[in-house]
């Protein structure tokens, strides 16, 4: 009788100095199937990410010693390029900014709901592991390029025709998805899920508000480039053919 091959657990790393949250986040984590190291302090969880390698941190901003924020960007100088998930009680735009400028990932308010975070997580590892196989046109430096619309996933930046656009960070993940699968008719079931981590299709209205946005910023740049194909979703290409 052949011996099946162990299951690997998906490993994530808490680092929050609250015991509540780290035993809540754990017993969470656990119960869905996730393996789970914790740390107290921004050191330890540096210790512990190079140690074992998890395939995504839970960071808190607000550490006793080093912020979260330096937490991240101490990794990302050491060439670690694990997801990161923020865990604050801090929402004020710069911040959200910040930490996503230093090479985070996504950003959750606490309180939170736990079932929204794992959600978040699962969704986050599925985008990860579709990017490492993915044949979107990535330059060395990070940059999806579409036309003349280029978007730089390390330090955050936009440009279409050279012009800088300002976005916020949903925005942001939302034209980095559509840009990742140019060409591509993206169901609205499928933008929820893998930008904002919901994987049922209530609240579709959120998409259609925040590709809306988009138009705003990028349309009087150049020519519409997010189309939509009715009753389907969107689809971000230079010209639309249909």
Not at 169 to 178: Q, S, V
Not at 212 to 217: A, D, G, I, T
Request: hydrophobic letters at 40%; glycine letters at 6%; proline letters at 5%.
């Amino acid at each position: 009788m052949t011996e099946s091959a162990p299951v690997t657990l998906p490993h994530v790393l808490v680092i929050d100095d609250e015991p509540n949250i780290r035993d809540l986040v754990q017993t969470a984590l656990r119960f869905h199937g996730f393996s789970v190291s914790t740390a107290e302090t921004g050191d330890e969880g540096i210790s512990l990410a190079r140690e074992r390698r998890p395939d995504l941190l839970l960071l808190d901003v607000l550490l006793p010693d080093v912020s979260g924020f330096d937490v991240c960007r101490q990794l990302r100088d050491a060439g670690n390029e694990v997801p990161v998930i923020y865990l604050t009680a801090r929402d004020t735009p710069s911040d959200t900014v910040t930490g996503l400028s230093l090479g985070g990932d996504d950003y959750v308010t606490k309180p939170f709901s736990v079932e929204a975070l794992i959600a978040r997580i699962r969704a986050l590892l599925r985008r990860t592991r579709r990017d490492e196989t993915s044949n979107a046109a990535r330059d060395e430096h990070g940059t999806l390029r579409v036309a003349d619309l280029e978007l730089n996933e390390r330090t955050w930046k936009v440009t279409r025709a050279g012009v800088p656009v300002e976005l916020s960070p949903t925005e942001f993940r939302l034209l980095a998805y559509l840009m990742s699968n140019a060409g591509q008719v993206l169901t609205r079931s499928q933008l929820l899920e893998n930008v904002w981590g919901w994987d049922y299709a209530g609240h579709s209205q959120i998409v259609e508000t925040y590709v809306s946005y988009l138009r705003r910023k990028l349309d009087p740049l150049g020519p519409s480039l997010i189309h939509t194909q009715r009753g389907v979703g969107y689809a971000l290409r230079a010209q639309d053919d249909s």
